[in-house]
């Protein structure tokens, strides 16, 4: 059993920024790849951002590439998602997940434990 538990989320103005930060417990977090994933309303989940087991390696969807940063603590088993020049279109709920191997895969069927989310809203 993987608990996971996601924060940091709220309301922010276009071009601001959050860091949202995802606790995990259960599992031995460092031996697993990690990973966001988004939800806008009306819209299918899907992928933002992963990182390795041991954070050397990491995959960004094209749409949040080079505005988002994905980093892990493996001491404290807490994966973060540094969020910058946000944008209305970044309007989602934020998923972390781990995922079933050391790859950082942008594949939801990957990911077999899911937090239950933390609401970002950018304001224009």
């Known amino acids: 059993q993987v608990q996971l538990v996601e924060s940091g989320g709220g309301l922010v103005q276009a071009g601001g920024s959050l860091r949202l930060s995802c606790a995990a417990s259960?599992?031995?977090?460092?031996?697993?790849?990690m990973g966001w994933f988004r939800q806008a309303p009306g819209k299918e989940r899907e992928f933002a951002a992963a990182?390795?087991?041991?954070?050397?390696?990491?995959n960004y969807a094209g749409s949040v590439k080079d505005r988002f940063t994905i980093s892990r603590d493996n001491a404290k088993n807490v994966v973060y998602l540094q969020m910058n020049s946000l944008q209305p279109e970044d309007t989602a709920v934020y998923y972390c997940?781990?995922?079933?191997?050391?790859?950082?895969?942008?594949?939801?069927?990957?990911?077999?434990?899911w937090g239950q989310g933390t609401q970002v809203t950018v304001s224009s």
């Open positions: 259960g599992r031995t977090f460092s031996t697993v790849a």
């Open positions: 990182i390795s087991w041991g954070g050397r390696s990491t």
């Open positions: 997940a781990a995922g079933t191997s050391r790859i950082p895969t942008s594949v939801l069927r990957d990911y077999d434990y």
